[in-house]
C-alpha cells in the first residue's frame, strides 16, 4: 500500500517529491552488511529531503545451514524502512526480481537461485508461515517502481533496453498499473528495461530521450571497482561484492556528467 501511495507515483515510474538529494545503492544481492553501511550514510533522520534508493535485493551467495538463500531479509528490511520513511525509500527490482516474480529460473553455477530464493524464505519463516510470506514477497515485486526521476533530469532505473530493443521501447507503457503479458516477455518494455547491457552512447541517449530525462544511474553490470563510467551520461553502481559503489548526488540543482560522476563513492 505505502509503495502504491508513494508521492509522484504513476504506474511504475516516479517522480521524485520533496528531494534535495538521493542516494542510489547499486545491486545489493543479498548483502545486509553493505545495506547496514548504506543506511548509516544515508541518516535519512538527519536528512528529510534526502531520498534512499536500493536496488536487486534477491538472488545472493549467503546461505542458510540448508542451502536456502538469505536475501530474503533485504526484502524484509526494505519493508520495514518503507513503513518508517514511506516517501523517502525506494526499492528497484533488477532482472532477478522480474525472473523470480514471472517464474522463470535463473541460473548460476548449476543452481537454481528462484528455488533457492523460496527455500530461503520457507527456512526463515518455517513451514506454516513460510509459504504465505513467499506469496506476499511475489506480490510485493509487482507495485515497485521501475524508473525515478529526480527534480534534475537524472533518471535512475536497474538497467536500459539495447540498441535491438530500443525502437519498440515504449516508456507509457511503464506509467500502467498492470502490465500485459508481452510487457515481460524478451522484447517487452519491461524485460527490455530490466535485462539489458547496452551501454553504447548512442543507445543510451536514444533511451535518455524517450524518458525525458538527462542523465542515467543505473546498476545490473557488475565491477570490481564498485561502478563504471560507460558514456558520457551514464554511471553504472554495484554493491554487490566489494568494493562496493553507490552514488549521493543533488537533486535540487542542474547537474553535468562530470558533476554526477564525482558523487559518486565507494566503501
Same mark, same amino acid.
Given at each position: 500500500?505505502?509503495?502504491?501511495? @508513494?508521492?509522484?507515483? %504513476?504506474?511504475? #515510474?516516479? /517522480?521524485? *517529491?520533496?528531494?534535495?538529494? $538521493? ?34 535485493? #534477491? ?26 520513511? &514511506? ?6 527490482? =533488477?532482472?532477478? /526480481?522480474?525472473?523470480?516474480? %514471472? =517464474? ?6 548449476? /543452481?537454481?537461485?528462484? +528455488?533457492?530464493? /523460496? ?6 519463516? =518455517? &513451514? ?7 506469496? @506476499?514477497?511475489?506480490?510485493? !515485486?509487482?507495485?515497485? &517502481?521501475? *524508473?525515478?526521476r529526480a527534480p534534475n533530469g537524472v533518471l535512475v532505473c536497474h538497467s536500459s533496453p539495447s540498441a535491438r530493443a530500443i525502437q519498440l521501447f515504449d516508456p507509457a507503457r511503464l506509467e500502467r498499473e498492470r502490465f500485459d503479458a508481452a510487457d515481460l516477455e524478451p522484447g517487452g518494455t519491461v524485460h527490455s528495461l530490466l535485462?539489458? +547491457?547496452? %551501454?553504447?552512447?548512442? %543507445? ?8 525525458? !530525462?538527462?542523465?542515467?544511474?543505473? =546498476? ?8 563504471? #563510467?560507460?558514456?558520457?551520461?551514464? $554511471? #553504472? ?18 547537474? !553535468?556528467?562530470?558533476?554526477?560522476? *564525482? !558523487?559518486?563513492? $565507494?566503501?
Amino acid at each position: 500500500a505505502l509503495v502504491r501511495a @508513494t508521492p509522484g507515483r %504513476t504506474g511504475h #515510474i516516479v /517522480e521524485l *517529491a520533496d528531494c534535495d538529494d $538521493v542516494l542510489v545503492a547499486g545491486d545489493l544481492h543479498g548483502h545486509v552488511g553493505h545495506f547496514q553501511a548504506l543506511l548509516k550514510t544515508a541518516d535519512l533522520e538527519s536528512h528529510p529531503r534526502r531520498h534512499f534508493v536500493m536496488q536487486e535485493a #534477491i538472488h545472493g551467495k549467503f546461505r542458510y545451514p540448508n542451502g536456502g538463500d538469505k536475501s530474503h531479509q533485504l526484502v524484509d528490511l526494505f519493508a520495514a524502512l518503507k513503513c518508517q520513511f &514511506p516517501n523517502r525509500v525506494h526499492y528497484l527490482p =533488477g532482472n532477478h /526480481e522480474l525472473a523470480q516474480w %514471472t =517464474g522463470r529460473p535463473v541460473m548460476k553455477s548449476d /543452481e537454481n537461485l528462484n +528455488r533457492l530464493f /523460496e527455500e530461503g524464505v520457507r527456512t526463515g519463516y =518455517g &513451514p506454516e508461515a513460510g509459504p504465505d510470506v513467499y506469496a @506476499t514477497s511475489l506480490e510485493l !515485486s509487482q507495485p515497485l &517502481p521501475l *524508473a525515478l526521476r529526480a527534480p534534475n533530469g537524472v533518471l535512475v532505473c536497474h538497467s536500459s533496453p539495447s540498441a535491438r530493443a530500443i525502437q519498440l521501447f515504449d516508456p507509457a507503457r511503464l506509467e500502467r498499473e498492470r502490465f500485459d503479458a508481452a510487457d515481460l516477455e524478451p522484447g517487452g518494455t519491461v524485460h527490455s528495461l530490466l535485462w539489458g +547491457r547496452d %551501454t553504447s552512447p548512442n %543507445t543510451i541517449s536514444e533511451f535518455l530521450n524517450k524518458m525525458g !530525462s538527462k542523465l542515467l544511474v543505473s =546498476g545490473h553490470i557488475a565491477s570490481d571497482t564498485g561502478y563504471l #563510467i560507460p558514456n558520457d551520461r551514464q $554511471v #553504472i553502481v554495484d554493491c554487490s561484492e566489494s568494493p562496493a559503489g553507490f552514488i549521493l548526488f543533488p537533486a535540487d540543482r542542474p547537474l !553535468s556528467h562530470a558533476d554526477l560522476v *564525482a !558523487s559518486v563513492r $565507494v566503501f
